[in-house]
């Protein structure tokens, strides 16, 4: 699963990640990007946005589940992950997973590996002209950052890929992270289920 905060590079490593590994990868797309461009509205009364996040727990679970169904023995690479609402949720993160029902142990348990891509807001430089949809000022975007990783880094198997000012280093690094992490993961269910026996894959 990858996240960070915003204009962290995750949804480019995503992309050459499934382009290097061609069908052996799927990529489950970022909810929130698919629903505000379909015309979803991005407001910031505290009502509105709770019912969005809502909106966006829930379309997240249904596309990590239709396509694991789909997909049963193919890795499900995440742009994102159920988490990633409660920092965006007015109020504390446990008033989020209440509002939909789960909990952060629950949510965490979903995914195999959480791969976090630290924002470029982070070292102090822009942010803009990846997702349009993104509207976060750098300020916002650090803090943002700093409460994805309080939560997603509580995952057993947390890899943070550090800001570089270079980008090429970064998604380098990020993606040697990915594969190591891939690798160890089928190690992990050849040893489980021996002599050609393929086990459904879990969400990434």
């Known amino acids: 699963m990858l996240t960070g905060g915003p204009g962290g590079g995750k949804t480019t490593a995503?992309?050459?990640f499934r382009r290097e590994f061609g069908e052996r990868v799927v990529l489950v797309p970022e909810a929130a990007t698919l629903l505000f461009s379909g015309g979803f509205p991005r407001v910031h009364e505290p009502p509105a946005v709770r019912a969005a996040q809502r909106a966006?727990?829930?379309?997240?679970?249904?596309?990590?589940?239709?396509?694991?169904?789909?997909?049963?023995?193919?890795?499900?690479?995440?742009?994102?992950?159920?988490?990633?609402?409660?920092?965006?949720?007015?109020?504390?993160?446990?008033?989020?997973?209440?509002?939909?029902?789960?909990?952060?142990?629950?949510?965490l348990k979903r995914y195999d590996a959480v791969i976090f891509f630290e924002s470029a807001a982070v070292g102090g430089n822009s942010i803009e002209g990846g997702n349009p949809i993104r509207n976060e000022t750098i300020e916002q975007a650090v803090e943002l950052d700093r409460k994805l990783r309080a939560l997603w880094s509580q995952h057993p198997r947390f890899v943070l890929v550090p800001h570089n000012d270079s980008f090429f280093k970064k998604i380098s690094f990020g993606l040697a992270s990915l594969e190591?992490?891939?690798?160890?993961?089928?190690a992990v269910a050849a040893a489980r289920h021996p002599a050609g026996n393929k086990a459904p894959r879990k969400k990434r």
Not at 66 to 75: D, N
């Open 180 to 186: 190591g992490i891939v690798a160890q993961l089928a």
């Open 14 to 16: 995503g992309d050459l």
């Open 56 to 107: 966006i727990f829930h379309l997240q679970r249904g596309l990590e589940d239709v396509q694991c169904a789909r997909y049963p023995h193919r890795i499900l690479l995440c742009d994102r992950g159920t988490v990633d609402g409660a920092a965006y949720w007015p109020g504390l993160p446990h008033d989020y997973f209440d509002a939909v029902g789960t909990s952060l142990d629950a949510e």
